[in-house]
C-alpha cells in the first residue's frame, strides 16, 4: 500500500548569497525555480497538497502561508507549514532545487518505506561527499510533528537528524543540486534538459 504524500516546500528565505534576489521566482527555462519543484511533486504525487511557505503568487498553484515572523527561519517555517499536511508522508523541500524529477521523489519513498525494520521515520538525499540534505526528504508526517513539539532549537539538523532517516545518495543528476548562488544559476541553466522535473 502506498501512503499518501503532501509536501512543505520552504520559500521564504532571504537569498543572501543571490544578493537578496527572489530566489524561488528565479527562472531555469523558462520556469521559476519554485514551479519546477511544485511541478515535481504534481507529476509524481497528482493528489498532494502542496504548502508553501512564503510569499504568495500566481503560479504554481499552492497552499501559501507565511511563517510568524515572516524569514524566522526553517524550522518556524516547517512547523507552520506542517500545521496544513494531512497526509501520512511529507516531502520536505526547498524552493531551488531544478533538477527535482518526480523518480527523485519516489527513489526517497522507497526508501522511506524500506528503512531498517519498517522503523525508518524518513529518507533524505546526501550528495557525493556524505552530507544530508535536509531540504531535500520525506517524511513520516507524526514522526515529523513529535519531534517539532520537543524542539525549540533553530537547526534543521538538530531537529531532524535524531529521527535517524534513511541516507539516499543523490544519483542521476547534476552534482550541483540546489541553486545557493549567481554562479550556481548559471551551471543549472546551462545543464537543465527538458524532463528534469513535472509539469506544474
Do not use: C, I
Not at 75 to 97: H, I, K, N, Y
Not at 112 to 137: I, K, M, N, P, S
Amino acid at each position: 500500500m502506498t501512503e499518501n504524500l503532501d509536501a512543505v516546500v520552504l520559500a521564504g528565505g532571504a537569498a543572501t548569497r543571490m544578493g537578496g534576489a527572489d530566489k524561488p521566482g528565479l527562472t531555469v527555462a523558462g520556469r521559476t525555480l519554485l514551479e519546477h519543484v511544485v511541478g515535481a511533486v504534481r507529476a509524481h504525487a497528482p493528489h498532494a497538497d502542496v504548502v508553501v511557505v512564503g510569499p504568495e503568487r500566481d503560479s504554481p498553484r499552492a497552499r501559501y502561508v507565511r511563517e510568524d515572523p515572516p524569514g524566522a527561519g526553517p524550522v518556524p517555517a516547517l512547523r507552520t507549514g506542517l500545521a496544513l499536511v494531512r497526509a501520512e508522508r511529507v516531502a520536505l523541500l526547498a524552493a531551488d532545487l531544478p533538477h527535482l524529477a518526480p523518480s527523485h521523489l519516489a527513489d526517497l519513498r522507497a526508501a522511506l518505506r524500506g528503512g531498517e525494520a519498517g522503523e525508518a521515520h524518513g529518507a533524505v538525499f546526501v550528495d557525493a561527499t556524505g552530507r544530508e540534505q535536509w531540504l531535500t526528504g520525506v517524511w513520516d508526517t507524526a514522526a515529523l510533528r513529535a519531534a517539532l513539539d520537543d524542539y525549540t532549537g533553530r537547526s534543521l539538523h538538530r531537529l531532524l537528524g535524531p529521527l535517524d532517516p534513511a541516507r539516499v545518495p543523490l544519483t542521476g543528476a547534476p552534482e550541483e543540486f540546489d541553486v545557493d548562488t549567481p554562479e550556481a544559476l548559471d551551471r543549472a541553466r546551462a545543464a537543465w534538459t527538458p524532463g528534469d522535473s513535472g509539469r506544474s
